[in-house]
Structure formats: structure tokens, C-alpha cells
Nanobody, 124 residues
């Protein structure tokens, strides 16, 4: 059983920063590509950022470029999302996804494992 546990969400004002973490645990599993998505009520899960296995290749949705940074620590089986200059439209539940494949993708259906999500709320 592979588990992903997100943490670090909260309520902040516009312009503030948050750092989300996603810890992977369970059976022997070396995650390949990992990603962050977010979701608001009545909307599909939307791609935010992805990182490859080595951590040397990242890709971002246009609406977070220059503000968010994805990184990972494979020794800790953890991926991070540093979110700066947060805006009210960033308000959502943020989910971490992991693939067994090393190849990055922006499609939610391509990810094999998901966490339970962490709420990020940005007030204006």
C-alpha cells in the first residue's frame, strides 16, 4: 500500500507564501514523476506543476510560472511546492500525485497514487 500525505496548507492573505509537502510511504516504492494538482468545487483536478525522478526537470502551468517552485528530496521520498505571491484565485485543495513511470505528464489520469489533499485559502 502506497500512501501520499500532503501538509502545509492554510489560510493566508494575498501576497503571502506557503510551502506544501507531500511524503510518500508504504511498500517499497520509488516514485517516478510527481506532480501537484489543485481542485475547486465542481471543477476537475487541474495541473499545477510536475517534476521528474531526478528532480532536474520541472514544468509548470502558465498561471503559476514565476510564483511556484516544485522540488523533491528522494532521500526523504518527499516532494514540495513552494508557493509565493499567492492570489485569491489560488484558493483550492492541493493534491500530490505520484507515478511509477519516470516520465512527466500534466494529465491527472496518468498518476497512479494520490494524497488526500490539503486546503489552501487565500484571502484578498
Amino acid at each position: 500500500q502506497v500512501q501520499l500525505v500532503e501538509s502545509g496548507g492554510g489560510l493566508v492573505q494575498a501576497g503571502a507564501s506557503l510551502k506544501l509537502s507531500c511524503a510518500v510511504s508504504g511498500r517499497t516504492f520509488s516514485p517516478g514523476a510527481m506532480a501537484w494538482f489543485h481542485q475547486t468545487p465542481n471543477q476537475e483536478r487541474e495541473f499545477v506543476a510536475t517534476i521528474n525522478w531526478r528532480g532536474d526537470n520541472t514544468y509548470y502551468a502558465d498561471f503559476v510560472k514565476g510564483r511556484f517552485t516544485i522540488s523533491r528530496d528522494n532521500a526523504k521520498n518527499t516532494v514540495y511546492l513552494q508557493m509565493n505571491d499567492l492570489k485569491p484565485e489560488d484558493t483550492a485543495v492541493y493534491y500530490c500525485g505520484a507515478r511509477e513511470s519516470p516520465f512527466q505528464t500534466i494529465r491527472a489520469n496518468d498518476y497512479d497514487y494520490w494524497g488526500q489533499g490539503t486546503q489552501v485559502t487565500v484571502s484578498s
